[in-house]
């Protein structure tokens, strides 16, 4: 007898009243009236997530039918931010159960503040991620997020003292509800042992195969998560695995009194999806990252090859059922993984399945910095994965093979573009592998992609002509308008109707109303607004409170030298210094409060250095009366997606201050752009691109540009010199040289100052000058407030390039092929 197909339940106050009260009796085990606000929470989640369900399973079983191509996206990292609020604008249920709870005498208000948001990313990698798969499902296109179910993520930040202090971020302890467990499709992960050769049958010859024998595996378990398209009933899925133990338990052993060895393997086994990005400095750290990469990307390719293909599939058409999509270097183990299943376990000859890999992946680079281009030490490589060793050996033998018959025997061409390196130890290079197997490699934007090609992998460019291309990144107009700044989303849709949160470029229809005096100040008043909403966040989380005269001027993003928070530190010194030496009035000044947002690696010495300097200087001005209403510093610890969504509509000025051609593209600048505030940055990422859609009288440019930095490494870069040919700078450094930032204790901070006068290697006190006096101008056109106001509006007009949406329709025309469901 055929079962009845899943339904959603009605979708109606009344139909949600009833479901929420069926999900807190049955789900809750518990009354309204004896219920917690989390069993409140967790039931209207549950609630919301079975309006979802039938569309869902629908979308799966049509897939699986049509085994049309889809993407599968392997990621290390998918910052989601919390999701009630996502999946209710989704699926336009947010007028409906805010009535419904209101029945119910409660408030979704109280309910959204239960969430707590899933700690599965670091920065703009993770939120890429999470705006991709978000597009896709808006966009129909069938895919797969695969990443892994970290059960403490990225630490959660605490400030000791102005010092960051790393805690478990302990994200799980009250369940999740959006996440549906499959422990019956496990998948086996295996690890270290030897490989061994053996001889069968093939047309009547006998033929040499090789074999893993691992020495030991755990068991990778997948947590479903529904991803919804922005109202067009598609819902994709984001998979997460959990590792645990294949054998978890040893009874005699705990009969016996051995309590701790009973549960050793265990302990050892799910300690792989314990948290995001172990500390890497040890060499246990290195294998901990390499088995989590591993272990993420085997499972996910196994569960595609298990559970997504028909049965009987030929697997010499898989490039055009799938492309998987190495979000960096993390997931590149794929690729000989790939290569180990088709050729070991399937069968298949070197060639054919070599052909076939080349087919089935595409590598988006991240970065331009050298030390993150990820390698791993032979030796560790062959003791985790001996197989995996060999067939990357394999594979570069061959490439280098049709090198040498391509240049000839050009030794140095040879060694640069080996996938093995040689020195300074002998090791792996995850991006020379993943360009070799790519169908293609993409930058995330313009300038990137070039810098990627000409500086970082242009032997690779020249030797495999229309392989690279460009997609720029993007984020999601939905969480980040529509859901992050509601009033700013209702101007819009008051201004051109509602279609523009699914095409983006419309937004250029604001231009004519940036000459209207009215809509500037409908525009300046959601502004003012959302600094309230701010103030009154910022209060209630970590004391803080804003002065509503102030020029919010935000930095918020991943602490790391080359983003060049020391920068921004130096124009506050500046600033300070100024007003108490009586160099400047106070009242000549324009008032700013600066708002910092950064976690720093844990292993990040000088990274957490510039955190402690920042609370200290913040200390310092935040309690002298000389300065008190013009100068402010706030640093809320733990930032993250749920804070971003409030500060990136209240920002004023946006600061992206990288060295030219150091960060890849941001997205951060894409966010605060698009709600409003105005840039000061340098040509570095998709600043160029955003400075040339908005129009250089709306932006503040600054700095030197890819060149003239390559020119000043080339001269001999001084930046001592500096230092001595800027009376400012040398002011601003030599007080925090001189203690006033640390109690008179000259030694707290002189490693950032050493480092700043003799290394510098991004160029901090080059730009110094030239950053200075773009501020000056910042405060020149923020005191002409009307023009502030239309400059804004253009932003938000010209921005709409920078929609998910259209990265996604970019890969699918440049790279994936993908045609969105029917």
Request: hydrophobic share 40%; net charge negative; charged share 25%.
């Amino acid at each position: 007898m055929a079962l009845a197909p899943v339904t959603a339940p009605p979708a109606s106050v009344d139909g949600f009243v009833k479901q929420f009260l069926e999900n807190l009796n049955l789900e809750r085990g518990v009354m309204l009236s004896s219920s917690s606000a989390n069993d409140q929470y967790m039931a209207l989640a549950n609630t919301v997530r079975d309006y979802l369900i039938a569309r869902w399973l629908e979308d799966q079983r049509r897939q699986k039918v049509a085994q049309a191509k889809g993407v599968c996206y392997l990621s290390a990292e998918y910052l989601l931010g919390r999701q009630l609020d996502n999946n209710l604008l989704a699926t336009r249920l947010t007028e409906i159960a805010t009535d419904a709870l209101a029945q119910c005498g409660i408030d979704l208000d109280e309910l959204r503040q239960q969430e707590v948001e899933p700690g599965l990313g670091n920065g703009g990698l993770g939120r890429l991620a999470a705006c991709f798969i978000d597009s896709l499902a808006t966009l129909s296109v069938p895919s797969i997020g695969y990443g892994i179910r970290y059960e403490y993520g990225i630490f959660r930040q605490t400030f000791e003292n102005g010092e960051q202090i790393e805690q478990p971020d302990a994200w799980l302890t009250l369940g999740s509800p959006w996440e549906f467990p499959h422990p019956e499709n496990a998948q086996t992960v295996s690890f270290g042992g030897h490989t061994e050769t053996y001889e069968v049958d093939h047309e009547g010859e006998k033929v040499t195969r090789s074999r893993w024998i691992p020495s030991w595996n755990v068991q990778a378990v997948p947590y479903n998560y529904m991803v919804p398209g922005y109202h067009n009933g598609r819902v994709n899925t984001l998979r997460l695995w959990r590792s645990v133990a294949t054998n978890s338990f040893d009874l005699s052993g705990f009969n016996s009194g051995d309590y701790e060895e009973a549960v050793r393997a265990q302990t050892y086994a799910e300690t792989i999806s314990k948290v995001l990005y172990p500390e890497d400095s040890t060499p246990q750290g290195k294998e901990l990252r390499l088995q989590q990469q591993y272990f993420f990307v085997a499972a996910s390719i196994g569960d595609f090859l298990d559970h997504m293909l028909a049965p009987g599939y030929d697997l010499t058409n898989l490039p055009n059922r799938v492309i998987f999509q190495l979000n960096d270097t993390h997931p590149v183990i794929a690729v000989p993984e790939l290569m180990r299943v088709l050729v070991d376990e399937k069968g298949m000859e070197w060639d054919a399945a070599w052909a076939i890999t080349q087919q089935c992946f595409a590598y988006t680079c991240h970065t331009l910095l050298p030390e993150a281009l990820e390698v791993w030490s032979v030796d560790l490589l062959g003791r985790l994965l001996p197989r995996h060793l060999e067939i990357i050996y394999r594979i570069n033998d061959e490439f280098l093979l049709a090198v040498r018959k391509r240049f000839g025997d050009d030794e140095m061409r040879i060694r640069n573009m080996s996938i093995i390196s040689e020195h300074p130890n002998r090791s792996v290079r995850m991006a020379y592998l993943a360009t070799v197997a790519g169908a293609k490699v993409n930058g995330v934007a313009e300038l990137h992609s070039q810098l990627l090609r000409e500086r970082v992998l242009p032997d690779f460019d020249e030797f495999y002509p229309g392989k690279f291309t460009n997609v720029t990144n993007g984020v999601t107009p939905r969480r980040f308008i529509r859901l992050a700044n509601p009033g700013l989303a209702n101007l819009i849709t008051e201004a051109l109707g509602a279609g523009w949160t699914v095409d983006l470029e419309r937004l250029r229809g604001l231009e004519a109303f940036a000459e209207d005096p009215e809509f500037r100040a409908q525009f300046a008043e959601v502004k003012a607004a959302n600094k309230r909403v701010l103030s009154e966040v910022l209060l209630a989380r970590d004391g803080f409170e804003l002065s509503e005269d102030h020029l919010l001027d935000v930095m918020v993003k991943r602490l790391h030298e080359y983003k060049r928070q020391m920068l921004k530190v130096l124009h506050i010194v500046t600033s300070y210094e100024s007003i108490v030496s009586g160099r400047v009035k106070a009242s000549d000044m324009q008032a700013r409060t600066f708002i910092f947002g950064a976690k720093a690696a844990p292993g990040y010495a000088m990274a957490k250095r510039i955190i402690h300097l920042i609370n200290a200087v913040g200390s310092v001005v935040n309690n002298d009366p000389r300065v008190e209403g013009k100068l402010k510093v706030i640093f809320p610890p733990n930032y993250n997606v749920t804070l971003a969504e409030r500060v990136v509509p209240a920002a004023d000025l946006s600061e992206q201050i990288s060295l030219a051609g150091k960060e890849a593209s941001g997205t951060g600048n894409m966010k605060f752009a698009l709600n409003g505030a105005l840039t000061i940055g340098t040509d570095d990422g998709a600043n160029v691109e955003i400075r040339q859609l908005v129009g250089d009288d709306n932006f503040f440019l600054f700095g030197m540009a890819e060149p003239e930095v390559e020119a000043l490494w080339a001269k001999g870069y001084k930046p001592a010199e500096f230092y001595q040919a800027d009376e400012s700078l040398r002011r601003a450094l030599d007080l925090i040289a001189s203690g006033a930032f640390s109690g008179g204790d000259r030694s707290v901070f002189e490693p950032i100052v050493s480092n700043l006068l003799y290394d510098d290697r991004f160029m901090v006190l080059a730009d110094y000058a030239t950053y200075i006096e773009a501020q000056a101008k910042v405060d020149l056109a923020y005191a002409d407030q009307d023009a502030w106001t239309k400059a804004a509006i253009l932003n938000v007009a010209r921005s709409g390039f920078f929609s998910s949406d259209r990265s996604i329709r970019d890969y699918i025309e440049r790279i994936w092929h993908t045609p969105p469901a029917l």
